[in-house]
């Protein structure tokens, strides 16, 4: 072990670390700021921001804690970790929240100066913990990080409480020093974030400053770590979240059919983020619109789908319900549509800023009538930008609305994205019909879409609407015999998806004792547990499915050779569910509805159960 200025550096491959305080002590930009350093720095990363519902629950209250998780190693890594390392409580109430999920032994630095009679109470704590036994068996640091920050900046212009909202910049310098990280860019970000505000830049930069250079000089720590950048595919890399992947590939899948981009949608928890991005590429041709409510919002971009635009909405689950007679409106009209659900706890207003995946049978079922369309589901915050394009293309080429299924955890979540050539970006432009000649509305071409005939185009005036539609002519039809053939003809058109659905692909033994199937956000933990259950010497396989309607066709083929088939899930079983349905195959159901995702251990132990510890060869 080096040593560096009477300090001990220690080398790591992995770390786990959680920020948590009061709602209004700033530990998500805390949290971020780390995050997109950590990714400067070349390791690999995941996040998990976890943040109250109410927009300012009572300070020092346990429900008003506020938390973000980032794991970050020199190797490949697919979680936010599951047990923290290191805990930064900068309240009582954060550290009682928190300090159960922390490994034994981890480090617990807090600010002492919140551990006074009204914090403590307001958490329920009877005893000050940092005066019994209450942290034995964990390395606690105690700092009075309000104090301090007010010493940095005891020449400052601020008042009170604006000098105390630094303390969280404060928190970070101390971190940036003890896991070696460069305090450059985030000096840049305040400068920036605050231009025009010279008294913010200064005090904000002056804490990052403090918090460092107190980590150095110090002798509380006696302790910094190194992770070495990871060996990642060479390219260039950039930190991205889910829901700002999904705002830059449809900017991308627009600029690839060369069409203009709309947007209609209405604010909602935890899909709000896309709105904020896309209203930054108006320089790319895109609008957005926000709507009175999501049956507008939806209204208005079946409208743009009509006027010739990639239209698309986004939502979470109420939005969804809300919008379920509009996207029987975009499947009976055939427009391309692609409506966006990054789904949440449920159900009704459930737990707005927790996540769930609990919106399948929705999203596959949830319309009156018969209207099916076709259901993808993303697995990480970068295959968000892929599959946004894949929605899109999907959308287009059959001329059909789409759901995009993400989630709380994805779309809030970040990792290191590996940008892509745009030469390799496949163009599909859709053609606008424009050809009078014979010209019918509900023609059908070979993927049975019917054409795309933009209104004001000279001699294709017609008709479209919620009422069924006349074969061919598109003229509304009461008759029996033709709403018989137009509910098959549009079940068969998105059956007919499958040609474009590529094959699903399994990790490991092609056939054997157990498959572990997922879908979503489950991803990342399940791939920990299957590599753990692997280095273990037993015999597992997993394949995730991103094609939810229609499946990939070579999924029964694929469960017929495991003998056992394990689906996580954060739900009651809805993927089983249709699973079993579907190929009247029996499976094994791992659920959890905590508003929280998988911890890979948690996946890893119903592996180990079903192999009953064994090698499964």
């Given amino acids: 072990m080096a040593q560096v200025n009477g300090k001990e550096v220690k080398s790591l491959s992995e770390v786990t670390v959680r920020f948590a305080g009061d709602s209004g002590d700033g530990m998500q930009l805390t949290g971020s700021q780390f995050s997109d350093t950590t ?28 938390g973000f998780q980032l794991h970050f190693s020199s190797n490949d890594i697919h979680t936010p970790g599951d047990t923290p390392d290191v805990l930064v409580a900068m309240n009582p109430a954060a550290l009682k929240i928190n300090l159960k999920d922390l490994k034994q032994g981890g480090v617990v630095i807090v600010n002492e100066d919140s551990f006074d009679s009204k914090n403590l109470k307001m958490a329920g704590y009877s005893v000050n913990p940092l005066d019994d036994e209450s942290l034995t068996g964990y390395k606690v640091h105690q700092v009075p990080i ?62 990052l400053k403090s918090g460092y250079y107190f980590g150095e000089q110090t002798e509380i720590f006696t302790t910094r770590f ?136 929705q999203a596959i079922y949830g319309r009156n009538g018969e209207a099916p369309i076709p259901v993808i589901a993303t697995s990480t915050p970068s295959d968000c930008f892929y599959l946004s394009i894949e929605a899109a293309k999907i ?18 979540g970040s990792e290191p994205w590996k940008l892509p050539n745009v030469d390799e970006l496949e163009t599909f432009h859709k053609e606008f019909r424009t050809e009078v000649e014979n010209f019918n509305s509900y023609d059908r071409d070979e993927n049975l879409a019917r054409p795309w005939a933009v209104p004001g185009t000279p001699g294709l005036e017609h008709r479209i609407g919620g009422l069924e539609k006349h074969h061919i002519t598109g003229n509304v039809s009461y008759d029996p015999d033709n709403h018989d053939f137009m509910v098959r003809l549009r079940a068969q058109k998105v059956a007919e998806i499958v040609k474009d ?117």
């Avoid at 971190?175 to 974030?193: C, D």
């Avoid at 790319?284 to 709507?291: C, E, H, I, M, N």
């Avoid at 959308?395 to 809030?412: F, H, Q, R, W």
């Avoid at 009247?584 to 791992?590: P, Q």
């Fill in 395 to 412: 959308a287009l080429k059959y001329m059909t609305p789409v759901m995009l299924l993400s989630d709380g955890y994805i779309a809030n």
């Fill in 146 to 207: 309000t104090t301090l920050t007010q010493t940095a900046l005891k020449e400052s212009k601020l008042g009170t409480k604006e000098v105390q909202r630094c303390k969280n910049f404060f928190a970070l310098g101390m971190m940036y020093w003890m896991f070696s990280r460069p305090i450059e860019p985030t000096l840049e970000w305040i400068e920036s974030k605050f231009k025009g505000n010279e008294d913010l830049i200064w005090a904000n930069q002056k804490a």
């Fill in 501 to 617: 659905v590529p094959d699903l692909e399994v990790r490991g033994d092609q056939e054997g004792e157990l498959l572990v199937l997922g879908w979503g956000g489950t991803y990342g933990a399940i791939t920990e547990a299957v590599d753990r259950i692997l280095a273990n010497g037993m015999n597992v396989s997993q394949a995730h499915l991103k094609y939810l309607n229609p499946f990939p066709k070579n999924l029964g083929d694929v469960l017929s050779r495991f003998k056992t088939i394990l689906i996580p899930e954060l739900n009651l079983g809805q993927l089983a569910t249709v699973i079993r349905a579907t190929y009247l195959r029996e499976v094994v159901s791992l659920t959890k509805i905590k508003g929280l995702p998988f911890k890979s251990m948690e996946v890893e132990s119903k592996i180990s159960e079903i192999l009953g510890g064994s090698n499964g060869k």
């Fill in 226 to 361: 190194t992770v070495d950048p990871a060996k990642l595919p060479k390219g260039t890399y950039r930190n991205v979240s889910g829901n700002e992947a999904i705002a830059l590939g449809f900017v991308a899948a627009a600029e690839l059919s060369n069409l203009p981009l709309f947007l209609g949608s209405y604010p909602i928890t935890p899909a709000s983020d896309i709105l904020h991005y896309l209203s930054k590429y108006k320089n790319y041709g895109v609008k957005t619109f926000q709507a009175e409510d999501e049956i507008a919002g939806i209204a208005s971009a079946i409208g743009a789908a009509f006027g010739g635009s990639l239209a698309i909405t986004t939502t979470s689950g109420p939005g969804v319900a809300l919008k379920t007679e509009a996207m029987g409106l975009a499947v009976m009209t055939e427009l391309p549509l692609v409506i966006i659900n990054i789904q949440r706890g449920g159900p009704s207003t459930g737990l707005p800023t927790k996540t769930e995946q609990a919106d399948l049978f």
């Fill in 39 to 66: 990714a400067l720095v070349g390791n690999d990363l995941s996040t998990l921001p976890d943040y109250p519902a109410e927009i300012r629950a009572p300070a020092g209250t346990l429900y008003g804690v506020s």
